[in-house]
């Protein structure tokens, strides 16, 4: 089926660093979100993407975060600087429409803040 | 806020028995209720999902049973096997475009 592809798999990166998640979604996709999970704990939505914008974005949403698409290419999700309470799996999704159809959801990038 | 509660938090069952987990939700704009399912290592992939029009979905050996009137939904998985031990998430969404997950449970299935 269609897959969303993260890259790293794994970062591990000093604090106060910047890091950037790439995510290539499913490539007719039009909606972008990225979650954060916390080993053993629920997945909790850090915000969604649509036509090049924000539309949404949760209180995890740190004003150290920030996500683009430039010119179509990887969704990133940079976080600078980092803090150690960002040490979690961040998942990458795409739909085709809202949230409301299938959303397809990455590996994963297992981010560790040291 | 936790607007989609789980439960339980694990849950084991012998090969062949039926598996049962339990969500319920707060937001009445909701209307869109999957179940994904998340093996180790691997994404969270899309089981099966209901909208409030139906109060019951089934797919194969899964079932999703819809109560709008008492905000809680489960998933019931048929004669089990121990291929679908994984952790399974609850999640709704609505007009917000997003999707908000329950806690998940970790299904184990002994042979």
Not at chain 1, 7 to 35: A, E, K, R
Not at chain 1, 99 to 111: I, S, Y
Not at chain 2, 57 to 80: P, Q, V
Request: include cysteine; charged fraction near 20%.
């Amino acid at each position: 089926g269609p897959k969303v592809l993260q890259i790293p798999s794994h970062q591990i990166i000093d604090m106060g660093q910047m890091v950037t998640l790439n995510c290539d979604p499913v490539s007719n996709h039009l909606y972008f979100y990225w979650y954060k999970q916390i080993l053993g704990q629920q997945m909790e939505f850090l915000v969604n993407f649509y036509n090049g914008k924000v539309m949404e974005k949760s209180k995890l949403f740190k004003d150290q975060f920030s996500v683009e698409r430039p010119d179509g290419s990887y969704f990133t999700l940079k976080i600078q600087p980092t803090a150690l309470e960002d040490s979690a799996v961040y998942f990458c999704a795409s739909s085709l429409d809202t949230a409301n159809t299938e959303v397809f959801f990455g590996k994963g990038t297992r981010l560790t803040v040291v | 806020q936790q607007q989609v509660r789980q439960s339980p938090q694990s849950l084991t069952v012998w090969e062949g028995e039926t598996a049962i987990l339990n969500c319920s939700y707060e937001d009445s704009t909701f209307d869109y209720f999957p179940w994904y399912h998340q093996f180790p290592g691997e994404s969270p992939a899309l089981l099966i999902a209901i909208r409030p029009v139906s109060n019951k979905k089934e797919d194969g050996r899964f079932t999703i049973f819809f109560n709008k009137r008492e905000k809680k939904f489960s998933l019931h998985i048929a004669d089990s096997q121990p291929g679908d031990s994984a952790t399974y998430f609850c999640a709704a969404s609505g007009g917000n475009e997003k999707i908000t997950f329950g806690a998940g449970t970790k299904l184990t299935i002994k042979p």
